[in-house]
């Protein structure tokens, strides 16, 4: 079965240091990946996608994620986390099949906070 | 480009009652999709589709109807709610081809008691 795991329910970060939440993937093929952002009330924001070439991604707002297919892995990182990072993150898979793009699998979730 | 629009943004249904989540994108995406999200569960696909005339069910599709005549609307239909379907619902489009990533609407607060 396909599935998504995010093993951390919560992350705390001091303003400043780096962060990374972390996301792992079990999907036959080779997987599109997607990390999203949710804040409060409101609906989800993409930050950024692997689908295929450099295993290091860039996003919106200064994150970053590496693809590692051998760990089937996709975490999200920033250098320097702000207190305005303070969110719930998502990570998702798309499976890579014919007719399946409107299909997204995702983590449980993962609350960042970001104090100051 | 208004995105992904849904109405109503809150609902209180009692059991057994009926109702339709409306959702439209005017992005012409061909892909939409509606989720369910639950404390701690994430996001859980409901029904998907491909593009007008054609849906498929997703993982938790019990419960829910949908139709999608037009690339623009994909209504979902609660046929008679229960207490668990109590959740926030997020209806999100993409396109077919390129990019791959979904446009999420602002959601649906249902509540059933």
């Known amino acids: 079965a396909q599935s998504v795991a995010q093993p951390e329910d919560q992350v705390n970060v001091a303003e400043g240091n780096p962060l990374t939440v972390k996301c792992t993937y079990s999907?036959?093929?080779?997987?599109?990946l997607f990390w999203y952002v949710q804040y409060p009330n409101r609906g989800l924001q993409f930050l950024l996608k692997?689908?295929?070439?450099?295993?290091l991604v860039k996003g919106s707002y200064g994150f970053e994620a590496e693809f590692n297919k051998s760990q089937t892995s996709f975490h999200l990182k920033k250098p320097s986390a702000l207190v305005s990072d303070s969110a719930l993150y998502f990570c998702?898979?798309?499976?890579?099949?014919?007719?399946?793009?409107?299909?997204?699998?995702f983590g449980q979730g993962t609350e960042l906070s970001v104090k100051p | 480009n208004a995105g992904v629009t849904q109405t109503p943004k809150f609902q209180v249904l009692k059991t057994g009652q009926s109702m339709t989540l409306q959702c439209a994108q005017d992005?012409?995406?061909?892909?939409m999709s509606w989720y369910r999200q639950d404390p701690g569960m994430g996001l859980r696909l409901i029904h998907y589709?491909?593009?007008?005339?054609?849906?498929d069910q997703g993982e938790v599709p019990n419960g829910y109807n949908v139709s999608r005549s037009t690339t623009e609307d994909f209504p979902l239909r609660l046929l008679s709610a229960a207490p668990s379907q109590t959740s926030v619902y997020f209806c999100?489009?993409?396109?077919?081809?390129?990019?791959?990533?979904?446009?999420f609407g602002p959601g649906t607060r249902l509540t059933v008691t």
């Open positions: 999100a489009s993409s396109y077919s081809g390129g990019t791959h990533e979904q446009y």
């Open positions: 999907v036959s093929g080779n997987p599109y």
């Open positions: 692997y689908i295929t070439g450099d295993n």
């Open positions: 998702a898979v798309r499976p890579h099949v014919y007719n399946q793009g409107g299909k997204l699998i």
């Open positions: 992005m012409n995406h061909e892909y």
């Open positions: 589709s491909v593009g007008a005339g054609i849906t």
